[in-house]
C-alpha cells in the first residue's frame, strides 16, 4: 500500500494498518513543510477507499490504479472526492484565485453541504482541506461542528504546514501525523525517474532543495533561467569577464551538458533566421558540446566556450 509515495515509511505503516484493520480516523492532520508528499497521500488514500477492483477490507494491496473510480481520482474528476481550497473558494466566489488569503465559512459550509449529500458513485467521500492553517475563525468554528459529530464513510483531510494556527479544538479531534522532508537519495531518484535529470544534476539539486520536491523543481526552473539569461548575455555582449568566469563555475557545478544543450536549441532558432552568422556559434557549441561527453573539465570547457563565443561577437562586429 501506499508504495507511489516517497519516504515517510512511519505514516505509511500507520494509515495502511488503519485502512487494512478498518479503524479509518474521521479527519486527519497531514502536517509539514510543502512538497513532501501531504496532499499525494490523501489522494492515494482516497483512491485506496474508492477502488472498485480492491476491496481494502479483503485485501491488503491498495488501489489498482485502473478502474475508473481510481482513474476519476487520479484525474481529480471524481464526485465524491472534494478539494476545499483556495481555488475552490475562487471558482465558489467568481472571483481571482490570487486574491484569496484566507478559507472562509462560505467556503466550509459549502462543504457542509457536500458532507450531507448522498454519496455520488463511490464507497466513501473523501475532503481535503487546504492549507489549513489559513482557515480564518468562523470558518474553522464552522468545521468544528462536522467534527463533533462526523459522518459516517468520509474522511477529512487537513493539509497544513503549521500547527499553532490551527485550534486545539480541531486538533483535538483529528489525527495528526507529522511528514517528514525527503532524503536527499529520494529526492534525486525522483528527479531521475520523473523528469529524466543526469545523475549529478539531480544530486546537485537534491542538495539544495531542503527535502521538498517542490523546492527541487523550484531549482531546475531557476537553471533553466539562469541558462536563458545567460545566452541573452552572450548575445547582445552586456557582460563583463568576471560574469563568465562566475556563470561557467556555478554551471559547471549544477549541469554543463544541459545548459551547453539549452544554448544549442536557442542557437538554432537563430541559425533559421541567421544561419551565415549563427553557424560558427553552433559549431562551437557542438564541439563544447563533444568535449563534454568525453568528460573534458566542465568549467574549462565552458570558459574556453564563454570565451570563443565572445570573441566571435567581437569580430562579427568588426566585420
Ligand atoms: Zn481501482
Not at 497521500?41 to 474508492?50: D, H, Q, V
Not at 462536522?146 to 483531510?157: A, G
Not at 545567460?230 to 562566475?246: A, G, P, R, V
Request: proline share 3%; glycine share 2%.
Amino acid at each position: 500500500m501506499f508504495e507511489k509515495i516517497l519516504g515517510q515509511q512511519k505514516i505509511k505503516k500507520i494509515i495502511s494498518n488503519q485502512i487494512k484493520s478498518n479503524k479509518i480516523a474521521h479527519a486527519y492532520i497531514f502536517m509539514g513543510q510543502n512538497g513532501i508528499g501531504k496532499r499525494f497521500t490523501a489522494i492515494e488514500f482516497a483512491k485506496i477507499l474508492n477502488c472498485t477492483t480492491n476491496d481494502f477490507i479483503k485485501t491488503d494491496i491498495g488501489a489498482c490504479d485502473k478502474c475508473i473510480s481510481c482513474k476519476k481520482i487520479a484525474k481529480n474528476i471524481h464526485p465524491d472526492l472534494h478539494f476545499i481550497d483556495f481555488a475552490k473558494q475562487a471558482e465558489l466566489e467568481e472571483d481571482d484565485l490570487e486574491k484569496q488569503k484566507t478559507l472562509k465559512i462560505e467556503t466550509i459550509r459549502y462543504m457542509q453541504k457536500e458532507v450531507a449529500t448522498k454519496i455520488h458513485e463511490g464507497k466513501w467521500k473523501v475532503f481535503i482541506i487546504e492549507p489549513a492553517e489559513k482557515m480564518n475563525t468562523a470558518a474553522a468554528n464552522s468545521l468544528l461542528k462536522t467534527l463533533e459529530e462526523p459522518p459516517e464513510n468520509t474522511v477529512i483531510f487537513l493539509i497544513a504546514k503549521y500547527k499553532e494556527t490551527i485550534p486545539q479544538t480541531i486538533v483535538s479531534r483529528s489525527q495528526t501525523l507529522f511528514f517528514q522532508p525527503l532524503s536527499q537519495n529520494e529526492i534525486s531518484n525522483w528527479l531521475i525517474l520523473n523528469l529524466s535529470l543526469d545523475i549529478s544534476k539531480a544530486q546537485e539539486i537534491a542538495d539544495l532543495s531542503d527535502g521538498s520536491i517542490e523546492n527541487a523543481k523550484k531549482f531546475i526552473d531557476d537553471s533553466k533561467r539562469t541558462e536563458q539569461s545567460l545566452w541573452f548575455k552572450l548575445k547582445t555582449q552586456n557582460f563583463y569577464i568576471s560574469d563568465i568566469l562566475e556563470l561557467s563555475k556555478s554551471i559547471a557545478r549544477t549541469g554543463a551538458l544541459e545548459c551547453v544543450d539549452a544554448m544549442i536549441a536557442e542557437a538554432k532558432k537563430d541559425f533559421r533566421v541567421y544561419p551565415q552568422g549563427t553557424a560558427p556559434t553552433l559549431e562551437l557549441l557542438n564541439y563544447s558540446r563533444a568535449l563534454l561527453l568525453k568528460n573534458v573539465n566542465a568549467q574549462m570547457v565552458l570558459d574556453n566556450l564563454f570565451f570563443d563565443l565572445l570573441d566571435l561577437r567581437k569580430m562579427s562586429e568588426i566585420c
